[in-house]
DNA sequence: AAGCGGCGCAACCGCGTCACA
DNA sequence: ATGTGACGCGGTTGCGCCGCT
């Protein structure tokens, strides 16, 4: 036990990062990469803890992320893969690419949820919520059923029949492809190769020799063939803009169409497009 | 124009898991 | 086999921004 705060209280700064701090970070790992998250921040003159550094890059740093709203097609992504694996959301983020799994549980409690309860999906189980109850009959005494407690783990993922999945995922380490994604033949986006650190590879350590800062070993073409000068927002600590017209959203939206992401459950609750219960 | 409330995002916290001694 | 340390993940919190009154 004793397991130690991983930022002593001492000394260590907490809170939001300065331009500062970002570009000590970036330079360090772009530089040399990280071979244990711990050493970073002394290595790279930071007053921070590993984790707040590795969270730092992960969620917002990384030259690979994107930026801005899910598309329509990332939504339905998110949508369809929560129903099959629950809140793991680092494993969502995974089928993503450039997706973090913080942006996306963060989308996702604050829009889908509201999205899917708003056309009578339930959020957590994706099962048909019950329609609103009729105004309530005084006596009508029968306690309204419990709110199925959310955040309570996965959703029984969907119909599957008993048995938490997830768990069994896990014991076959869940690199067993999850059942195979309906309707997403259509929109998944040739999966971009997973550069530095990104989630699949979250824990990945991919070394960056300063040889390779540009394409660091663990990377690929996603970022060795973007420019730097692609770089996502935060990089404009050093000046360098977007990378978000890089076309990601070319890729998957050659589906192409303006697609109702909500469509098909519209049509699996049994609702005309219309006919939606405004919560 | 000012105040207030809600929303969204970034960051933190704590636990679980894994690797290694 | 067991204990310890590091990392990663999911849940939660805090704060700034924006729209509404």
Known sequence: MGRQPCCDKVGLKKGPWTAEED???????????????RVVPKLAGLLRCGKSCRLRWTNYLRPDLK??????DEERLVIELHKQLGNRWSKIAARLPGRTDNEIKNHWNTHIKKKLRKIGIDPVTHQVLEPPRPPPCEQDATPPPPE???QQGPPPPQEQQGGDIMREA????????????IELH??????RPRPLGAAEGATSTCSVSPAS???????????????VTEWPEPMYLFGMDGIMDVGWDGLISDAGVDVDPFAHYYHDAGFDDQDVWII
Do not use: Y
Request: aromatic letters at 4%; one cysteine or more.
């Open 67 to 72: 930026r801005g709203l899910l598309s329509d």
């Open 186 to 191: 259509e929109m998944t986006a040739p999966p």
């Open 148 to 150: 199925p407690p959310e």
């Open 213 to 227: 800062v540009l394409s660091p070993s663990c990377s690929s073409s996603a970022v060795s063939g973007v420019d």
């Open 170 to 181: 896990d014991g076959n380490e869940e690199e067993e492809e999850p059942s195979p994604l």
């Open 23 to 37: 570009q000590k970070l970036v330079g360090f790992l772009l530089t040399h990469g990280h071979c244990c998250w």
